[in-house]
């Protein structure tokens, strides 16, 4: 029946019915449990003859909305879902109501209206769990697990939702189980994913890739799925070499079988272009999240919180370029869409907040940023609880906008708290640990305590080393600082050792420009501090200035500072 209904919606599609034709099959129901005898047997028993033409009905559009589900049409999949639930309850036979709503929670979180999907979502668990649908019951809350513990940032809520999905796959088949079961590690490794767990979340993601290949294929698109999650995982851990050749493994299956204006395609996009980012390909980043841009607005609507995501992340671009104004307007116009879609408390609102304070803060105008980064603060204590890890990175936002200005004794305990929350809700060794130690050991040094920051600077180090490896951009933030105590306390030496390899990291890494030219301009006071090589310190000071000069506003202090330090540094006559 839904092979019949793709069919029939293809050939009213028109031109674009090509590029959906793969969407639809690809989204159609395994034929192995219609003619499992076992299963078919677990059934509850159908209504009277008279109605099962009505109840055929009801299937055949159901299967046509799923299949404009898959195809990306969730307008179009929610109205038809929505009329076969009406028609569905009419005929109240329980396993069918289950179906049907089912298939509209599912469509609302696509559509991005995940309270209502949630009540939906619930809803259908318990029709399909009381009408002995275990399969059915077992989909509910597993969906559950994703727009419960990660869209809606209600973590502990989605892992509970994950021990009911397992409890309920016990008695399954285990073909079925196998594959509900890759749906459950995705699903559940994001919301890991989402609270800094990355290991967990790497294990259930390759775990869920494993299964979805064997069973599926490697071109199916819930394998594009996997290895999108998984390159998410590296992605955040810094390992952007193993990030971006997933990414695109995924891209390409996604165009391929999706077609290239569906809406995951434009996930893929988006989260390629923030590996490009944060190696500092600025243009590339931009392109790629303009193309998302324009995908999710025609798919999803101008009102879509995706819309706002690839709003927000183009407005990263800008601000790191130096683009105030683009970089303003964009996350303007996101966090309108977010409070919008999801109301002025959510978390997402929150993280955009933060974005939209940091440009501020680039701009100058502290007391705005100042008002913006204490809002999302009180947002994700609200939403969260004061003891997320989320709050800890406002605290850490809020401490770096009062170390810039000089107010330190405002910025130590923000530190100190996030320092705290890190280390009980993530453990000692989290990298978010290392950021708090970090910036405790910087505002030290900036009060000329270099006794203080040298074992901050230290246990960051060794954090940063020991879990995102060696070579992690993050290692070098460390070595920079540790080199600028070495040179505090001469220590020369120590000093030109420690900023060489952060220059090497970072050159190794793509980092922005000016990030780079930070350690060049502390390896040419280190080398001129040492008088081992005047002539590198001089050739690194001038590529530093030159890269301060081409990012613009934002690095008019850098530069001032770098030419200050070559005028008085010049070469011999």
């Not at 005898?37 to 009801?58: G, K, Y």
């Not at 990306?72 to 569905?88: I, M, S, V, W």
């Not at 995940?114 to 399969?135: D, H, Q, R, S, V």
């Not at 453990?427 to 290392?434: K, R, T």
Request: net charge negative; with cysteine; glycine share 6%.
């Amino acid at each position: 029946m839904e092979l019949e209904a793709l069919v029939d919606e293809l050939s009213r599609a028109g031109a674009e019915g090509v590029d959906k034709a793969v969407t639809g099959a690809a989204g159609l129901a395994q034929i192995e449990p219609c003619i499992d005898a076992d299963r078919l047997a677990r059934l509850p028993a159908p209504p009277v003859r008279e109605a099962r033409e009505a109840i055929e009905a009801v299937r055949a559009e159901l299967s046509r909305a799923g299949a404009l589900e898959a195809a990306g049409q969730y307008d179009a999949a929610l109205a038809g879902a929505r009329a076969a639930l009406e028609h569905a309850r009419e005929l109240e036979w329980p396993p069918l109501v289950a179906a049907a709503q089912l298939l509209v929670g599912r469509v609302n979180d696509a559509k991005g209206d995940y309270a209502e999907a949630e009540a939906e979502l619930e809803e259908a668990y318990f029709l399909a769990a009381a009408a002995g649908e275990a399969e059915l019951a077992a989909g509910a809350s597993i969906s559950l697990v994703h727009t419960v513990g990660y869209k809606l940032a209600r973590a502990e809520d989605g892992r509970r939702w994950s021990r009911i999905a397992e409890l309920g796959m016990n008695g399954l088949p285990p073909d079925e189980a196998g594959l509900l079961g890759a749906h459950l590690d995705g699903n559940l490794a994001v919301v890991h994913h989402a609270t800094g767990a990355y290991a967990q979340a790497q294990a259930l993601h390759e775990r869920a890739l494993a299964i979805w290949e064997r069973t599926l294929g490697p071109d199916h698109p819930e394998v594009a799925t996997a290895l999108n999650n998984l390159a998410v995982v590296h992605h955040a851990t810094g390992a952007y070499a193993q990030a971006e050749p997933l990414y695109e493994r995924a891209l390409a299956i996604y165009e391929r079988a999706l077609g290239p204006q569906h809406p995951d395609v434009a996930t893929t996009l988006n989260n390629l272009a923030e590996v490009q980012r944060a190696m500092g390909a600025y243009k590339q980043a931009q392109a790629l999240l303009e193309r998302a841009l324009a995908i999710r607005e025609r798919a999803l609507g101008p009102e879509h919180p995706d819309v706002a995501m690839s709003l927000s992340n183009l407005g990263l671009v800008h601000d790191a370029t130096g683009a105030y104004a683009e970089a303003q307007a964009l996350l303007e116009r996101a966090l309108a869409i977010y409070e919008r879609a999801l109301g002025p408390e959510h978390p997402d609102v929150a993280t955009t907040l933060s974005n939209l304070a940091d440009v501020h803060q680039a701009m100058g105008a502290y007391a705005q940023a100042l008002a913006l980064h204490e809002r999302a603060l009180a947002i994700r204590e609200q939403a969260l609880g004061p003891n997320h890890p989320s709050v800890a990175i406002s605290l850490n936002n809020l401490g770096t906008l009062h170390s810039a200005t000089g107010a330190y004794k405002q910025a130590q305990p923000l530190f100190e708290r996030a320092l705290n929350i890190w280390e009980r809700e993530l453990g000692p060794n989290h990298p978010n640990v290392a950021t708090s130690l970090h910036n405790l050991a910087k505002l030290h040094e900036a009060m000329r305590g270099y006794t203080d920051a040298q074992p901050l600077f230290e246990r960051a180090l060794n954090i940063w080393e020991r879990e995102l490896g060696p070579n992690h951009p993050n290692v070098a933030n460390a070595l920079v600082g540790l080199a600028e105590n070495a040179r505090a306390q001469h220590r020369t030496a120590d000093a030109v050792a420690l900023a060489r390899r952060a220059v090497a990291i970072r050159e190794h890494a793509q980092v922005p420009a000016p990030k780079l030219a930070t350690a060049r301009m502390m390896l040419a006071r280190a080398l001129w501090d040492e008088g081992s090589d005047r002539s590198e310190a001089r050739r690194l000071a001038v590529q530093a200035a030159q890269a301060f000069e081409a990012a613009g506003s934002a690095h008019v202090r850098d530069l001032k500072d770098a030419r200050t330090w070559l005028s008085r540094h010049a070469a011999p006559r």
